[in-house]
């Protein structure tokens, strides 16, 4: 019979810190973060940082208290009311000052199309009375783009059709890839837009595929509507829903359905280019060949007119000369020969002709690529001398404030000295008679009332005597 020991191992809990643990609860509520519907019951706008309010579920006994920092509660473009119905994207979270728990809101939705719908009038309404949506004030693209400016997802066939379909004209590409999916997108396009308004850029492209009217919320929402409106350069969108049209839509400069659109739209004036020039070879080449066509039309004809004149000169002359015949012949065939030379030359000249319009079809070719560094060099010597202009402007602008304040001294300077508190410190004084300055004992009788200002204060006199 055997037996077994069964050993026994204690473990002290490791003790810490409320904060600490408080930490911890955080860190593991990071993957608890999600999308929450329930009404508004309480709304909180008295603090300058920060919206509190509370949502409750409408089935169940639940609440839920929601704070949002204020400057993403404005990005959102929602004014909170109590009894909305709305859905809220956030992650929970502890407190520690006062250990309560709440959720830590990121976006701000209505929940429901309907409510959607009624948000969508209202700041379409609002936008159109500021004039934002007037499309006289609609800018165009520049003449021939070439910097473009890209805000979407790197994700997706969106980009790849995009650049298949955009024609090889030198165009230089700046992408910011960013969330376009949802109203949790607003921030990352916002902070692309701030990105690329510090880039050099041409035309601000916004692109997107196709999608539910729920999922293209963050192309409605105030903040971005604004940053698309108030953009430095002309902004082009391919948001890709033809039911309804956002309002990023209705405010940008140029909209096109499809991301295919907007590549065709930047290629339409580099397109014309390219054409005009083709279409100025052909005119070209056939303005040589019907020159051509007449000038080889005029020499046969000419060469018919002195064979036919030449022919009957010879029968005339056989009939005179008779035995001279032959050097008549040796003449005419010499001059044959020269009509055969002649017709080799030309033919040297047409070849010649053919020549030059390849070498003028090559040169026209290069013209989009020269167009494009003529402008790049006009562009930066005008950019050099409004930096000159400008540090000469602030050189003078210096230098005439500076002689303005050596002028103000002076006059102060001046004002001081004719002060007339000035020389009454110094011991003088100033009498009046009836409010006038008595000048001259012309001035006074006796008997009358004198007033003497002096430096600290003023004595009424009667005059005694005037000497």
């Known amino acids: 019979?055997?037996?077994?020991?069964?050993?026994?191992?204690?473990?002290?809990?490791?003790?810490?810190?409320?904060?600490?643990?408080?930490?911890?609860?955080?860190?593991?509520?990071?993957?608890?973060?999600?999308?929450?519907?329930?009404?508004?019951?309480?709304?909180?706008?008295?603090?300058?940082?920060?919206?509190?309010?509370?949502?409750?579920?409408?089935?169940?006994?639940?609440?839920?208290?929601?704070?949002?920092?204020?400057?993403?509660?404005?990005?959102?473009?929602?004014?909170?009311?109590?009894?909305?119905?709305?859905?809220?994207?956030?992650?929970?979270?502890?407190?520690?000052?006062?250990?309560?728990?709440?959720?830590?809101?990121?976006?701000?939705?209505?929940?429901?199309?309907?409510?959607l719908k009624k948000s969508y009038e209202e700041l379409k309404k609002k936008l159109s009375e500021e004039g934002l949506l007037d499309p006289n004030k609609k800018r165009e693209l520049p003449k021939y783009p070439k910097k473009i400016g890209v805000i979407t997802s790197r994700a997706g066939v969106v980009i790849q059709d995009f650049s298949a379909n955009l024609g090889r004209y030198g165009y230089k590409i700046t992408m910011v890839d960013s969330r376009v999916e949802g109203k949790d997108a607003i921030h990352e396009i916002l902070a692309s837009i701030k990105t690329l308004s510090k880039e050099d850029i041409d035309v601000l492209v916004i692109m997107r595929g196709g999608g539910s009217w729920e999922s293209l919320q963050a192309f409605n929402t105030e903040s971005v509507v604004r940053a698309i409106a108030g953009f430095k350069c002309p902004v082009l969108t391919g948001i890709g829903h033809d039911v309804d049209v956002t309002l990023s839509e209705l405010v940008a400069d140029i909209r096109a359905s499809t991301p295919t659109a907007v590549a065709e739209t930047l290629n339409e004036t580099w397109d014309t280019l390219i054409n005009s020039f083709d279409s100025a070879q052909v005119k070209v080449l056939s303005t040589f060949s019907l020159s051509l066509g007449n000038i080889s039309s005029s020499i046969y004809s000419n060469e018919q007119i002195v064979t036919r004149k030449f022919s009957r000169a010879i029968n005339e002359l056989n009939k005179i000369t008779g035995g001279h015949s032959s050097k008549v012949m040796s003449f005419f065939t010499h001059l044959e020969r020269k009509i055969l030379i002649a017709r080799s030359a030309f033919q040297s000249v047409v070849g010649i002709v053919k020549s030059t319009i390849r070498n003028h079809k090559n040169y026209l070719r290069d013209v989009p690529i020269k167009l494009a560094g003529y402008t790049k060099d006009y562009i930066d010597t005008a950019t050099s001398d409004l930096q000159d202009n400008a540090k000469f402007l602030l050189t003078s602008q210096k230098s005439g404030m500076r002689r303005t304040q050596e002028s103000l001294v002076f006059i102060e300077k001046s004002v001081r000295l004719s002060d007339p508190s000035h020389n009454l410190k110094l011991g003088y004084s100033l009498s009046y008679v009836n409010g006038k300055l008595v000048r001259s004992v012309k001035n006074v009788s006796r008997g009358d009332s004198t007033e003497t200002h002096l430096s600290d204060g003023s004595i009424t006199s009667e005059i005694k005597s005037v000497k």
Request: hydrophobic fraction near 35%; charge should be neutral.
């Open 1 to 115: 019979m055997s037996t077994k020991k069964t050993k026994t191992k204690s473990f002290e809990s490791t003790v810490i810190s409320v904060a600490d643990f408080i930490v911890q609860v955080n860190t593991s509520l990071l993957s608890h973060s999600g999308r929450i519907q329930g009404e508004v019951t309480s709304v909180n706008k008295r603090y300058p940082t920060a919206i509190y309010f509370t949502i409750k579920d409408t089935k169940e006994n639940a609440l839920l208290d929601c704070i949002i920092w204020r400057s993403t509660y404005n990005q959102n473009g929602v004014e909170l009311e109590v009894g909305d119905d709305i859905i809220v994207t956030g992650t929970p979270e502890i407190y520690a000052p006062r250990g309560s728990f709440s959720l830590k809101t990121q976006t701000i939705e209505y929940a429901g199309e309907g409510a």
